[in-house]
Structures are given as C-alpha cells and as structure tokens.
C-alpha cells in the first residue's frame, strides 16, 4: 500500500517526503477526474499510473488509445463508503475494463473478460448493494446477444455473484431473459420469446451457493438453449470472432506465442503449482472439495460459471493414487516433465468429466475437470490450452 501511495502523490503533487498519515488524508480526497486522468495515462501505456490502478490495464498488449468511452464515476454504499467506478470500452472487446476502487484507490474488482457495448447501474435490494452490468455484442454476424452481470458490494469486498444471457435475437425470432426477483437465497427469471419456441412461458431459478459465493442455476435453460441455437448456425461468417487465446491475441496484432494475456495462479509452499487461466475464471484456495471424490480433500477450485466448468487441484500423498479418492479409472499415461495419468473423457447426463495425475519429485496432484456439454465443443481448445498450462514444483 505504501508504494502504491507514493507513486500516486508523486505523480500528483511532486511530494519529496510527507508521512504516511499525511498521505492516507491526500488519498482521502482523490476525486474522478484524479482518477479519470490516472485511467487515460495508464491507456496511454504510463506503468506507474497503471501500477496506480493496480494492474487495470494490460500492458503487454500494444498500447490502444482508440476506446469508445473511458468512464470514472463517484459511487456512495452504506451511507459515507466512497467507489470509484472504471468502465472503459473498445471497439476490440479484449481491452475492456471494468474496475471499482475505494477512497484510497484499494481494487476491490476489475473484470478483464467483458464484451461489446457496456453499461451499468447501482441497485439496492434488501439492504444489498449491487451493479447491474450489460454487454451488448454480435455472434456469428446475425445473432445480437445481451449478457448480464451482477457484482455484490460491501464495505470490504466487491465479487461477481451472477452472470447469465438475457436477451438473444436471431433473425426469425426475439428471446428474453428477465431478472424478476433478487434475494439473499435465489434469483428468479421468467423467459419468454416474440414467437413460439422451446422457451417461450419458461422459468428459472439460481439458488445461491455461499461457498462459492455466486448463484447457479441446475437447468440453465436460458443459456443453454441459446448455445444450442448459435452452434447450429452452420453459414458462412463474414466477421471475425474471437473464440479462444489464439484470436484474442491476433486481434491485437500479436501472433501467439509472442505474448500472453493469460495471467497465472499459484499455490505457494510446499508442492507449488502454476496453472494459466483467463479473468473470467474466480479462484477459490483452500476449498473442501467433494465432487466425484470419494472424501472431502482440501485443495483450489477455478470456476468459470458463464461456461459452467470449473478445475479442481488438490495435492496426493505420493504414495496414494487417483483411483485411492475416486472411483474413476486413469488407464492413460504420458511422460515428460512430470509422469501424466488420465483418464478417458467421462459423458454425464450434462457434463464432461476427466481426471488428471500429476507424480514430480516426491509431489502428486490431482486435477478434476467438468465442462458443460453446452459450452465444450465451443471453448475446447481454450480448454486443452488451460489443462496444457498446468506445472509444478518438483
């Protein structure tokens, strides 16, 4: 903190020396057009304003000054609590921000995994503070789609709680998801079409799940059936998509291989691993994991739940196996620079299911993965590259 204080009085006020008290009292008073003028230098490519807005904007991407809006608001929670809002929007969706910072200019979000046309607005439910978040964007040229996101606030926290298409129209037809009703416990929607179709009068519910802290629908009904629709679209497209690591980075004139937008997660001390994954997914350390095993094991689970798949690791002893914590067999084998076990790809009623064994210098990792049906076919190769990414302390 107390570098990130100095670096931003120094770039304002040129201080040579002051106390941190001194400090704390300047930060107090930084205003949006202080952090509107941080927001453009860090865009302009400046590391300390960036370092200022702690890492907002990803600067081993080329410099792009040729954004559609670069919004800082003043937001007010629970009475005299004070957020800055950062929404910045381009014309190539892998530079949008969106970022909220305390007084002090603390991060207590920035989502890095956002498309299209961007807006926003505060909500206050039940005594709840909430930002209603809306990309707006196009899909195989004819499909424009609407995709809502919710993030919670609270004195000392921001997280994205809920994220879920509501709208989709093809060129035969209008889709609807509306938001109906907000609680502590679930979010209800009712779904609805201009004509007839598979979800017209339908429903859904996302129950809350406190551990993971989002809410999760067992039906998906809306999203689902809107892959469907889109995945069978099968006529020539004359935009370009991006639909994995390879074309985000070629959209910005990169070629891959040359620079990473990925960003790593590491489990540090004994048995360290590195696993390489994109912002959209939330890291969860220290997690009692239960699926598909046959005990509760501690270990860190990545969920990405627009995709509805997540990525559980948790640390063997080296003398157990796979097969010791679950009743899947791993019949597959690799070697390089780890030994490799792994079983085949396992068919739910919903899922994708397959396990990995990792055996390196005396450390043994586990890694389960589940991949909506609905979504693998779309993100495999995004799928293969984070799994390939996986390394560890030997």
């Known amino acids: 903190m107390l570098k990130k204080v100095i670096a931003l009085l120094t770039a304002v006020f040129a201080l040579t020396a002051c106390s941190e008290k001194e400090q704390r009292q300047e930060l107090v008073t930084i205003d949006a057009s202080f952090v509107k003028s941080l927001v453009l230098n860090a865009i302009a490519g400046s590391g300390s304003a960036n370092d200022s807005l702690s890492g907002l904007i990803d600067l081993n991407l080329p410099i792009n000054n040729d954004y559609n809006k670069a919004e800082v608001n003043l937001m007010q929670i629970s009475g005299d609590k004070t957020f800055f809002t950062v929404l910045i929007e381009y014309p190539n969706p892998v530079y949008n921000r969106f970022g909220l910072y305390d007084s002090l200019l603390t991060p207590y979000l920035i989502d890095k995994s956002l498309s299209g046309q961007l807006d926003y607005q505060l909500l206050q439910i039940s005594g709840n503070s909430l930002i209603n978040l809306n990309e707006g964007f196009i899909s195989k040229d004819v499909f424009k ?74 039906q998906n009904t809306f999203d689902n059936f809107l892959f469907e629709l889109i995945q069978a679209y099968n006529k020539r ?14 959209s910005t004139g990169i070629e891959p291989g040359e620079n990473t937008m990925l960003t790593s997660s590491v489990k540090p001390g004994k048995g360290s691993f590195t696993l390489t994954l994109t912002d959209d997914w939330k890291e969860l350390k220290n997690l009692g994991i239960t699926d598909h095993l046959k005990k509760k094991l501690i270990g860190t689970k990545f969920v990405n739940n627009s995709l509805g798949s997540y990525l559980s690791i948790v640390m063997l002893p080296f003398e157990d196996s796979a097969e010791s914590v679950t009743d899947y067999k791993l019949t597959n084998s690799a070697v390089g620079n780890y030994t490799v076990r792994y079983s085949d790809k396992i068919e739910g009623k919903k899922y994708y299911l397959q396990f990995f064994e990792y055996s390196c210098g005396g450390n043994k990792f586990l890694m389960i993965f589940e991949a909506s049906k609905f979504t693998y076919e779309q993100y495999k190769n995004i799928y293969e590259t984070i799994i390939n990414s996986f390394q560890m302390d030997c």
Do not use: M
């Open 237 to 250: 497209i004359e935009r370009p998509s991006i639909d994995d690591e390879s074309t985000a980075l070629k």
């Open 145 to 218: 789609l609407i995709r809502s996101s919710i993030y919670k606030l609270t004195d000392t926290s921001a997280a994205l709680v809920f994220r879920a298409f509501t709208r989709l129209e093809s060129p035969d037809n209008s889709y609807f998801q509306r938001i109906v009703d907000i609680s502590e416990e679930r979010i209800r929607t009712e779904i609805n079409s201009l004509k007839n179709s598979p979800v017209k009068n339908k429903g859904d519910v996302f129950l809350f799940d406190a551990q993971l802290n989002i809410y999760s629908s067992s």
